[in-house]
């Protein structure tokens, strides 16, 4: 009992509506606990955690050189980059900025290599609301395909001192 | 027989319980230092809603993380392990016919907790820690701000040491014969959990206090989140337990309800000790470096076991009271035990109101957005938040406020004022966090992140911000914290007001709340042995079997739902 010793014979298995709700429930949690890797067959959104170690300034060096690569053009001085469909492209989160801005094809698929050089970052696609960490020392390789056209904005989700709020970027859709 | 010291205990003159004093001494000094931890971190709370209320957004950055930091800190460690270790005492002693194991071991604990709370206050305040209760590395704080830390978390552990030995003598001194009662078994379990926690607190934490201190040269920011996390999570599953066993105390007595099935309600508990401590996945779900099996094993706390166990007690604790009403004669149709229920003693009300809380909005976000891929589309933002403040404050700290209201007069020995103030205070704090839960979680799903202080981007390089819609929620945000900031401080000068000044209770027998005589007949009820017609009840239940299919198909619904909302978004693998 609650706030008295039981009785000395309770151990009993549940009866009644008890033993429907444990069962019922018992079911319910094996249907979530397998939706979790039916997705990963059959869904197109997954977060596979694919990583390698990369030191902050070897991954800015990789930045600059897709950067250099790959510019296609410039908003207020910030280079608007296009990787090659099924390529590689690079986005750094450092204090406060999302650099570069990217230019992708709508059903493409791209290796987005998202890493952070200062802090760590979170990044967030609005408004499709897709959400991701960025870490400093891992290369966090997410396989994107955009599926719709437009100009999206990135923040940063994660707090990364006191210009957190300023820290944004583009993703061009076209 | 109890092993009480000569002259060392009293008899409670309303339970019949019998209360060790220095238990008595130390539950009510764990009691004041929650309460006042508490009232810091509600004052940072309305700060904050105020803030993200775009259309007022009182503090400037600085003191919005400052505040933040402070907020989190106190409301989740300091408040809640605070009192938690005031029910491990109660539960220790008094429900195990105990004394307290040692005075000695208590203070050292007590001071422990006191002294490192405040060092983190004052770093905090003094602008040496903008690190948010998290301190994800590398951002850096004081050495002294990780010290508070540990010293909290060793006075803690001292604590719970404290409550094993005080077990250990009860079991050598045989004070009580057979199982030991729930509410005890619950609060161990708590206690096992909170060892676990602070077990990995403590390795995440010392090396990071080292490091500040120039000793470790650099701390890897997945590894620490990971560690960090095996704190985070399962310190708010002590909250769990803790708050399930009061639910259990509180079901007890404002109606005299006793479980139906013991061996049902002890294996959940046991769930809750084998599989919570794998809930650290759920904040690292889209996290570089941890693959699919590991994130999918770990966030379903093993196939959902530890859901499981909560889905029983959401039905085991409403159960028991309909059982308890019924044979009073509430025999009318489906409800009437429950619309006969005794709602304007703020004990019970406060309880039921958390097993709905907890239940409805805390329980079926927190599975649905802790579900490996529908993270994508939630992580980080303030759906997070939305789904933690209906657990931790429409739960937690709603059972445990229900619960002082008992503390108060049966350990303080003191009456309350405003009685009819007391009575509606439950309320008014449930709808405020019911408020803030809800405009957290629909801003979250338009993407607003949560820890932010800017959410129009103001100055930002490239523009970014949200429509009416998210705004309207952050206006529901702050609405709802004023709100639920009202109830707290209402709760905070009744407490303060009856501790201080109250009527002394002391030799006479509390009926503040409800009617002696139906106090009366709860307890008889509670004393009954299980009997024929007991169990013929307890198979039914219908009142409570419409309640929890309730509970199932709005769960299916959110969780379904969202799914839905995930296969819309980019394709990511």
């Known amino acids: ?77 910030i280079p608007i980059v296009e990787p090659s ?90 | 027989m109890g092993n009480f010291l000569e002259g060392r205990y009293r008899t409670c003159n309303t339970t019949g319980l019998p209360v060790c004093l220095d238990a008595q001494f130390f539950i009510r000094a764990h009691a004041v230092a929650a309460v006042v931890f508490f009232l810091i971190g509600a004052i940072a709370a309305l700060l904050i809603a105020l803030t993200r209320w775009q259309a007022v957004h009182l503090l400037s950055a600085m003191w919005f993380y400052r505040v933040l930091t402070l907020h989190g800190l106190n409301m989740l460690i300091f408040w809640i392990i605070s009192f938690e270790i005031a029910i491990l005492y109660f539960a220790g002693t008094s429900l195990l016919n105990t004394r307290l194991f040692s005075r000695k071991v208590a203070w050292v604990a007590y001071i422990l907790m006191v002294v490192g709370a405040l060092m983190v206050d004052y770093i905090v305040l003094i602008g040496k820690g903008d690190v948010l209760m998290t301190s994800y590395v590398p951002l850096k704080a004081h050495p002294l701000f990780y010290l508070g830390i540990i010293l909290f978390a060793v006075g803690t552990l001292t604590a719970v040491f404290n409550f094993f030995a005080t077990i250990y003598i009860a079991q050598r001194d045989k004070t009580y014969e057979g199982s030991m009662p729930l509410v005890a078994f619950g609060a161990l379990a708590a206690a096992i959990i909170a060892v676990l926690t602070l077990l990995h607190g403590a390795t995440v934490m010392i090396p990071s206090f080292l490091w500040s201190l120039g000793l470790i040269e650099n701390i890897d920011a997945g590894w620490y989140r990971l560690v960090w996390w095996g704190l985070g ?11 399930v066993a009061v639910w259990y105390f509180l079901a007890t007595l404002t109606t005299g309800a006793k479980p139906l099935n013991e061996t049902v309600c002890r294996v959940a508990f046991v769930f809750y000790i084998l599989f919570i401590n794998l809930a650290s996945a759920h904040h690292l779900l889209v996290d570089p470096g941890l693959n699919a099996s590991w994130k999918i094993w770990n966030t379903s706390y093993a196939m959902y076991l530890a859901v499981l166990a909560s889905m029983i007690h959401g039905f085991t604790v409403p159960a028991s009271i309909e059982v308890a009403q019924r044979l ?43 579900t490996e891929q529908i993270n994508i589309i939630a992580h980080n933002t303030l759906r997070v938040p939305g789904h933690f403040h209906a657990t931790v404050v429409g739960g937690t700290t709603l059972a445990f406020m229900g619960l002082t209201y008992y503390v108060v007069p049966l ?68 609405i709802g914290g004023i709100l639920a900031f009202t109830g707290a401080l209402i709760f905070i000068l009744l407490v303060v007001a009856a501790v201080f000044f109250g009527k002394s209770l002391a030799g006479q027998p509390f009926s503040g709340w409800q009617p002696a005589e139906k106090f009366k007949l709860s307890m008889e009820i509670f004393a009954r042995k299980k009997d024929e017609k007991f169990e013929e009840i307890a198979h039914k239940v219908p009142g409570t079997v419409v309640l929890v299919f309730v509970l199932l198909v709005s769960f299916m619904v959110y969780y379904f739902a969202n799914w839905k909302a995930l296969a819309d978004v980019w394709y990511v693998r």
């Open chain 2, 411 to 478: 350990i303080f020995q003191r009456d309350f004022y405003f009685k009819g103030l007391a009575r509606i205070q439950p309320y008014i704090f449930a709808s405020g966090v019911v408020l803030l839960s809800i405009g957290m979680s629909f801003a979250g799903s338009y993407g607003v992140p949560r820890r932010h202080w800017d959410v129009n981007f103001t100055g930002a390089p490239l523009s970014a911000g949200f429509d009416a819609a998210a705004h309207f929620m952050l206006g529901l945000l702050g």
């Open chain 2, 233 to 243: 999570h399962p310190s708010q599953q002590i909250n769990v337990a803790a708050m």
């Open chain 2, 328 to 370: 009073k004669g509430f025999t009318r149709g489906i409800f009437n035990w429950l619309t006969s229920a005794p709602w304007s003693d703020p004990g019970f009300s406060s309880m039921f109101m958390s097993i709905v809380i907890f239940g409805f909005i805390g329980g079926i976000t927190g599975v649905t957005i802790g």
């Open chain 1, 85 to 174: 469909p099924g390529g590689d492209a690079y986005l750094v989160g450092q204090m406060w900025r999302w650099y570069p801005i990217l230019k992708l094809k709508e059903g493409q698929t791209y290796r987005l290599h998202i890493s952070s050089v200062d802090l760590q970052h979170g990044f967030s696609v609005l408004p499709i609301n897709i959400n991701f960490q960025a870490l400093p020392g891992y290369d966090h390789v997410i396989t994107l395909t955009p599926t719709s056209k437009g100009v999206y904005q990135i923040i940063c989700n994660e707090f990364c001192g006191i210009g957190h709020h300023l820290m944004t970027g583009r993703i061009i859709v076209e």
């Open chain 1, 1 to 77: 009992m609650s706030i008295k010793v039981p009785e000395s014979d309770w151990f009993k298995p549940p009866a009644g509506s008890e033993r429907l709700w444990v069962g019922v429930a018992l079911v319910w949690c094996m249907i979530m606990f397998l939706a979790m890797p039916y997705w990963h067959f059959k869904g197109k959104q997954n977060a596979t955690g694919e990583s390698y170690a990369v030191t902050p300034a070897e991954f800015m060096e990789r930045v600059t050189r897709f950067v250099e690569t790959n510019k296609v053009g410039e908003e207020n001085g």
